[in-house]
Structures are given as C-alpha cells and as structure tokens.
C-alpha cells in the first residue's frame, strides 16, 4: 500500500470506453463509471454501443457491446472522439474497439479472454498481446479471473458469484487510474441488492479489489486527475434523453394539469420511455401497450378526445405505421405529442443505430396538407424541455406535434441540472368555457386553435372525426370553399407559432462569411468543433435549430447575412433541401449516414476546409460551379 | 357499474339522442334499423349523455356517431377500438359505444379486434355485418361467403369467412351476442344487455344492405323463415326454434343435433339448455354457425363477469402503488436514484 511511487497527471478531459460481450456487463460499468464522474463534480457525456443481438454467441465479433464515457472539466458536449482507455474484455473487443483508441492510449485487457478460441473467433492469427502489433499503446494486460480470485482468497464466497463480479473488479481498477471516489458506486450496489447481502458483499469487494490490484501493480504507475467543473450551483443527475422525454412528460402533465397517457409499442431505441412511464404509476399515470403501432397512436388520440395529456412514442418504422392516424389528429385538431426516437432506415435499417433520416417524414410524411409543429431536442438534458415545450404547444394550438429525439441522444447520457418544479411555467389547455356559444371548430382569433370539449362537459356534445367539416359548426362539410379555407387555417395555425418561440440566436459574429447551423443531437459536436476553430481564430458563426416547423421567425434574416451556410446532418442532406426550398439560399451540407453521431474532429476538419477555401474562391450565391455543395 | 343519472336531466326521450342532422344511409338500409334502438336505448342507461361516446371507424357503419346526439368521434378505417380504448382508459367515467362494419372490425382492424377481446375494456361494440364492402360500393368482405359474387370477385370469392362470434370467443371476449336488424324491440333488449356487462361486450348485428348484397340475411331475419331457421339463446332456456317452438337443440356428446319435439320419444327435457357462463358450450353453439341443416345461434351466446375489465386493473394498480408506496413525489422522482450538488 505505497502510494509513493505512483505519478499523478491531471487531464482536462478523457474518453473511457469499456468493452465485452453482450453478457459481461458492460453497460452497467459504464453507467456507473459516468455517474461516479458526475458524482464527483465533472462534465459528462456517455453513449451506448450495443448490438442487435440480445446475448449473441460469446467472444463474436457481433457480439460485442461497449459504453463510452467522456467526462472532463469543462465543454463537454459528445461522447467524445477517440478513446483514451479501452477496457476490453475478450479478443472481440479490443479488435473491434481499437481503431476509436487514440495513439499511447491505456488498453486495459482481460488476457484470459485470449485464448486461442477467443482468438480464433476474433480473427485473429496471432495473439496481438504477444506479437508486437499493440506497441503505440499501454496496454496492461490482466488475467482478471485469476486476480479476482486472488481477491477473494480471505473471503468465504461462492466461485459463481466471484466470477459473476468481474465487471465490477474492472470498474475498480479504472477508478483507480482516476482517482475516483467509490462511494456512489458502492451505494447503487446497496440499493440495487437490497436484501442480497452476500451479492453486496462480493460486488463491494470486486470494487475495492480492483482499486487494490491496481494500487499494489507496479505497472500501474500513474493516476490521473480530472478537476472539478464549473457547473451552475444545484443538484444534478445524469440523464438519458429518454429518461429527460418521461420525466417531461410527467412534468407537463403536472403543469397542465391533466392526467397523462401514453399509448405506445415497443420499440428500440425508443422503448425506454415506455419502460420509464409503465412504472410511474404512483404518479397516476395511464399506460397502454397497445397491439401495435397504430393501435398505440390511435389510443392515445382517444385519451386525447377524453381530456389527457397523450402521447405516444415510437421510432422510424413505427412512425411510418402512425402516419395515418397522425393525419387524424391533425384534422380533429386534438393535442397530442408524438415523440420519434429516429435510428438509421430505411425500413428496419440499422434498429440501434443512430439517425437523422426520418425529418422529411415528420414534416411532410401524411397524405393531404397535413401541418403539424416539429421539435427536435439537441442534447440528452434537452429533451427534458423540448418535451415541456411539445406539450405547451400541443395543448395551447391544439395540435399533434412532432418531438425528434434520436438513438444518440436518446440513450447518451449527461449531466442534467434538476429544474425547481415550482419554477416552470404552467401550461394552460383550451378547454372551452361556455355551452351556450360553443361551436367544436370556432378558433381563438390569436393562435386559432379550436376549444377543447371533452365528454363529460354538459351541453357540449359534438361529433368530430376525420372528414372535413364546417369551419366554426364542426358539422360534416364537402363543400370546396370551406376546404380551402380549413385546409388553409390549419397551415396558417402551425405557421402562426413562430410567433410563440424564440428567435435563433447566432454565437459568434452576427453576419460575414460562414455560419454553421445543426439541428437534434449534432449540437455537441457541432458546438465542439466551433468552440474549437474560434478559439484558434477562425471566423465561424454557429447557430442551432430546435423548431424545426414553423422556424424561428429570424432564421430567413440569419440565412442572409452570411455567404455561406452549412448543415451537418445524419441523412443525406434533408434539413438544407427544407432550407434551400423555403429561403432560395444555397446551403452546403455535411452528411454522414453511418449510424453513428458525428465526431467533432470530423466537422472541424471539414470545416477547416471550407475557411480555408474562402481564400481561394469566394463562393457567390448564384454561382454553383464554384464550390462543392456537399463535403 | 353504470352511474346515476344526474340530477338535472333524469328524464330523456329518445328525442334527446337525434341531433338536428339528416340520415344519409341509403333507404331501407340495415344500419338505420340499429339506430332507433339505440336512441330508444340511451335513455334507459340512466346516463347523463355528456357521458356517453360513440365511436366508429370507416365505412357505412362510420357515419353512426353523427346521428347520435352524445358526444362522438369517427375515427379512422379499423381503429375505432383502440381510439375506444384508450377513452376508456383515460376516463373509466364514461359510457362508450363502438360502432364498427365487418370490413372495418374483421379486416383491417381485425388485430385491433382480437386484442380488444382479450383485454377486456368496458365497452359496447356493434358490428354491423352485411357480409359485403359497401362504402366501396361492394366488393367482398371477411364474413362475405365462398362464392359470393361481388364486384372485386365476379366468378365468386375464394376465401371462406370469418365467424365473427367464434373469433370473439377465441379471443376471450366476455360477452358475445348476435342480433338483427329486423327485430328492434329484440335488438334493444340485446343492447341493453350488452350494455349492462361490465367488460368487453360484442354484438354481431345483421344488417341488411339493399344496394350490394340484398337480401343476404333473409333467411334468418324475416318473420315468416327465421323461426325455422334461427334458435334464440336466452340463459337458462331451452334451446327451442320452430314456428311452433316444435323443434330442440339436443347434444350428442359435443356435437348439437335437432329433435322434433312432436315426436313421441322427444321430449323438452331432452333439451339442452343454454347456459351463458358457460364457454364450452358458447363454442358449441358458435360454430353452429354455418351449418347447413342447423338453425342460426341468435342472442346472447356468452356472458362471463368474473373477469375484471381493464380499465379497473389500470385503476386498482394506480390505487395499489400509492397506498403501498404513497403518491408519488415529483421532486423524488426527477432527482432519481443518484443525485450531486454543486454548491
């Protein structure tokens, strides 16, 4: 226990990736290796890499499942570029993870998970712990069963449940190279085994005997210290974007004062929500697993019609199935939030990859003219509040509306500063007020929203349904004119909110040469990588969209004061198609369908470019020859 | 079970369920004969209307909820049953009615339908059942039979139909019934019973369509054939047809023959009598069906109560968490398993 000879170097920032089968644990490691960094005080941003597969074959290349943790002192916005500790656990993990590893980075590996079976199923020919090709990197290579077993050796517990703590034993060593305090760790192990006292005793003392093991190896030689951020004053808490969309929802509902519904069907990477919102009971809140898809929106519409906050959620696929119903909301004009937690398509695509494809389809994928408000969150924390805010629109215009979140965002986590409930605003349906004058389809002359009458309001009865009707009466109507005009005030309704959010807001100079605008969850590396170019002096502007229909009402005004914009998308370029049709501006875009988030490095680098060629060729308007439209 | 009635407004007419809007259903249509036994109905329930929804999908059946003066919301093709449950979800308060076709319930929203049936959310569903498309203007639908000629099979269709009753017996509904659209007093009573069973309560109802498949009930619907060719189940009662009520259904081991009660070795206590508790026997009796030589099972085929509905489940558990747990406390729940502070 000589803590002397052990060097110290502090880090502003680092990127943790731990590694393994599907079955060793590794999501759980990696939870708890983030919560501890928020625990102690730094920014965080973690994301899950996991395959399809449930408990593919052990030791495939297929089979392996990995979470990244990126934590530090200050500007933390992704899950980070490129890895500084690998912790792998078998041969297939360090072959598929090595290429994130940064050169001189730590590899922790498990040399057990060598053998020639793992080696063979890996593909490897030789064992790379042994024949040279691993020498630009640390490696540390621990036979962990052994040593765990070594661990226990005073301690009278069951192979099983020793072996069973290996995971555990990794995160202790990695806490030990950061220094990091184990008790939060220990106190999940607690609360997550209530009852079980020999599991917490074998987990408590897998932690410490990693931290031990490291602490007495001579080969672990330096720790490696990450300051405290500067965060606002509060209470925090690391966040999924899909824990942040259920705990809004429940909030909303609160602020509305409305019982809150969900109707919804499994799906990844969305099903989160629906695990969370099915055991807020306590809260009073309904849920419905519905058959399918549809069966999942249309409920919710009905709860709707009932007087619910409802919602439903879903990703791609079952967004396609909702289109319809989706179309019936619209005309019935009923609040309702449709949250679609994109991944790669088309069709079932890339089911746990991450995606920014499905924005066409939330503006315009219905049948009709079919308006409806889109929101896309930026970062984990935020679908927190674009929630809330899909809710006061939903309930104040009387309008389904469209929350992106994607697979990134919505299984990252970060950092999230609890808000003070009593802080938030309230949000005030439209319920109608008087039976004497209503009338289902007579509209508040400032938002147009119709009233709000649900069963149970006396007087009040009315049919609604998915055929046109009378502008005001709500009575069935197939009359040409009155279609153009309902069609035409169901556009204007949706268009009229522009008025009712925020302008974009321009970080850096407010007109000149280049502005970069993101949408979802490309906002941390997006932000990153500008942060980065300003800070070496580059003249870069950045701007953000999260109200995606209607826009900010500035955004035409922004377009224009910079010669050049460019979009950083997860698709193939389909918010700078909706920008370049509704401004007449020529966008250039950044488009990358890999099914994973962009790394900031990625846009710096092109980026660079692109300042770098305004020196050569100024890039008119008008003048398409001149410049690539697509990096 | 269902509420009282309010203070206000105890006293309805049927008038009170018509609202000022015309009927659109072609004339002598089916549909309209379920109408006015539904208006009649409304005010029996002891409901104040604001309380009561109809709910319907797409085809001629969709048009229902306009004509009844409560609240109501015609959804889209197939859907009315999930847009019906999840009302019922949300708000157990209040009495609701599905209107739905053989199209729109056995086709498109058949799964819908099924799992309506099992999970057993209070309500009220009315199939109406002309065994053809009508909106479409006629083409062949799930309860169409083999060899119907219709616009969309003109050398006869191929599939074989549905049983609607049977499946909603497979599917576990609590209450299943059929009725017609030539006996109003009958359909209202069978609406009313519908009504009363707290669950799931699925009524089958011919329905006569005169423009595309006239006449396809006849048999079992006009005065002077149905007794011959239909047996009324009512629990508890023999199961006898017949003009004179001559004939009975007997069973040999589990399959239903019919005996002529005139003979000498016949008697009424040979009789099976229905029993509506009974599951087994409501399949028996479902699946007489389409038999060629045995009357067609009319009424109250099923009618179970021990199962609780769905919506009471969602209540109870809702109850059970906050007496076992107390009411939820937002801040608890937003701080989470793990929380820091930055001072």
């Excluded at chain 1, 074998?202 to 931290?211: M, S």
């Excluded at chain 1, 672990?220 to 966040?239: M, N, V």
């Excluded at chain 1, 939330?362 to 409806?372: F, S």
């Excluded at chain 2, 009662?237 to 004179?244: A, D, I, M, R, T």
Aim: negative net charge; contains cysteine.
């Amino acid at each position: 226990m000589n803590t002397m000879n052990k060097l110290i170097e502090h880090l502003e920032e680092v990127t943790v990736r731990f590694a393994g089968d599907s079955g060793d644990g590794m999501q759980l490691i990696g939870t708890q290796f983030s919560d501890t960094a928020g625990f102690a005080g730094n920014e965080v941003n973690t994301f899950p890499d996991y395959p399809s597969e449930i408990r593919a074959p052990e030791g495939t290349l297929y089979g392996v499942s990995a979470f990244q943790v990126h934590f530090g002192s200050k500007n933390i916005h992704t899950s980070g570029d490129f890895v500084d500790v690998l912790v792998a656990m078998n041969a297939a993990s360090l072959k598929v993870n090595l290429a994130h590893v940064r050169e001189q980075g730590i590899i922790i590996v498990n040399a057990e998970g060598f053998d020639d079976r793992n080696l063979k199923l890996a593909g490897y020919t030789n064992n790379p712990l042994e024949d040279g090709s691993l020498a630009k990197f640390n490696v540390f290579p621990i036979e962990m069963n052994k040593e765990l077993k070594k661990a226990f050796i005073e301690v009278d517990t069951p192979t099983k449940l020793v072996q069973k703590t290996r995971n555990i034993f990794a995160l202790g060593i990695t806490y030990w190279l950061f220094n990091r305090p184990l008790e939060a760790t220990v106190n999940w192990i607690n609360k997550k085994f209530k009852g079980k006292e020999d599991v917490i005793m074998a987990n408590v003392h897998a932690l410490q005997g990693g931290w031990n093991f490291a602490e007495k190896n001579p080969d672990f030689r330096k720790q490696f210290i990450i300051d405290k951020s500067e965060l606002p004053p509060g209470k925090y808490r690391s966040i999924t974007g899909n824990q942040a969309v259920a705990l809004g929802l429940v909030v909303a509902a609160t602020k509305a004062h409305l019982p809150l519904f969900l109707g919804s069907y499994p799906i990844t990477p969305a099903t989160d929500i629906l695990h969370a919102i099915s055991g807020y009971k306590k809260y009073g809140v309904k849920h419905l697993q519905a058959e399918d898809e549809i069966a999942g929106i249309t409920s919710a519409i009905g709860a709707a019609f009932g007087g619910s906050l409802a919602v439903t959620t879903t990703s791609g696929p079952g967004l396609s199935l909702k289109t319809e119903a989706i179309g019936l909301a619209i005309m019935t004009e009923l609040p309702l939030i449709i949250v679609d937690v994109m991944r790669a398509g088309p069709s079932t695509g890339l089911p746990t990859k991450t995606e920014q494809s499905d924005l066409m389809q939330a503006m315009y994928g219905r049948h009709g003219e079919a308006p409806m408000p889109v929101l896309a969150a930026a970062s984990s924390a935020d679908c927190f509040d674009m929630t809330l805010e899909a809710a006061r629109i939903a309930l104040k215009y009387m309008t389904p509306v469209m929350l992106l979140t994607d697979g990134y965002i919505g299984q990252a986590s970060e950092p999230w500063r609890i808000p003070e409930i009593d802080k938030l605003p309230e949000i005030a349906p439209q319920f109608a007020q008087d039976a004497a004058t209503f009338k289902p389809y007579l509209r508040n002359p400032e938002t147009l929203a119709r009233q709000w009458a649900i069963p149970g309001m006396q007087g009040m009865e009315h049919r609604i349904g998915g055929l046109e009707k009378e502008d005001g009466s709500g009575v069935v109507s197939h009359d040409p004119m009155n279609h153009q005009k309902m069609v035409e005030l169901r556009q204007k309704k949706v268009d009229g909110i522009a008025n009712d959010i925020p302008e974009l807001e321009v970080i850096g100079e407010q007109e000149g040469d280049l502005l970069l605008l993101s949408w979802g969850s490309t906002y941390g590396a997006a932000k990153t990588a500008v942060e980065h170019l300003q800070a070496q002096g580059h003249n870069i502007s950045y701007a953000h969209l999260r109200y995606l229909n209607p826009f900010p009402k500035n955004l035409g005004d922004v377009l224009h004061k910079f010669d050049r914009i460019v979009i950083p998308e997860l698709n193939l370029g389909q918010l700078k198609n909706l920008i370049q049709a509704k401004y007449v501006k020529r966008v250039m875009g950044i488009n990358k369908v890999q099914g994973k988030p962009f790394k900031a490095v990625e846009l710096e680098e092109k980026l660079l470019t692109l300042i770098s060629m305004r020196d050569i060729k100024k890039w008119p308007a008008n003048k398409k020859e001149d410049l690539p439209v697509d990096l | 079970m269902l509420e009282k009635p309010h203070s206000g407004e105890s006293k309805y007419t049927s008038k009170d369920f018509k609202p000022d809007v015309d009927v659109r259903w072609c004339a002598g249509c089916g549909a309209i004969s379920v109408l006015s036994p539904a208006q009649r109905l409304m005010p029996e329930l002891g409901i104040p209307k604001e309380k009561i929804v109809f709910i319907s999908g797409i085809g001629c059946s969709g048009r229902f909820p306009y004509y009844m003066d409560t609240y109501g919301f015609h959804g889209i093709h197939g859907r009315a049953l999930p847009i019906a449950s999840g009302l019922k979800i949300a708000r157990p308060d209040l009495s609701v009615w599905v209107v739905t076709g053989d199209g729109d319930n056995m086709s498109i929203g058949g799964n819908h339908f099924i799992h309506a049936c099992r999970r057993n959310v209070d309500m009220n569903v009315l199939m109406f059942n002309n065994e053809v498309y009508s909106l479409t203007k006629g083409q062949y639908s799930p309860t169409s039979h083999r060899g119907q000629i219709t616009k969309s099979s003109p050398l006869g269709a191929l599939d074989d139909p549905f049983n609607p009753v049977a499946l909603a017996l497979g599917a576990s509904a609590t209450f299943v019934a059929r009725g017609h659209d030539k006996d109003r007093a009958q359909l209202q009573q069978l609406l009313l019973k519908a009504s009363q069973h707290k669950g799931f309560s699925f009524v089958e109802i011919y329905t006569n369509c005169r423009i595309f498949n006239d006449g396809a009930f006849d048999l079992y619907t006009n005065a002077e054939s149905r007794d011959d060719h239909t047996v009324w189940l009512e629990h508890d009662k023999p199961l006898v047809f017949g003009k004179n009520k001559e004939k009975g259904i007997k069973l040999e081991g589990f399959t239903p023959t019919i005996i002529d009660l005139t003979e000498g070795g016949n008697s009424i206590n040979d009789v099976l009598v229905h029993n509506e508790k009974d599951s087994t026997l409501a399949f028996i009796l479902a699946n007489m069906t389409y038999s060629e030589t045995l009357p067609r099972p009319m009424g109250t085929l099923q009618n179970l109560d021990e199962r609780s509905s769905y919506e009471d489940r969602v209540v109870e558990q809702i109850q059970h968490e906050v007496e076992t747990k107390g009411i939820g406390n937002l801040e608890s729940l937003l701080l989470g398993g793990s929380y820091w502070e930055i001072k």
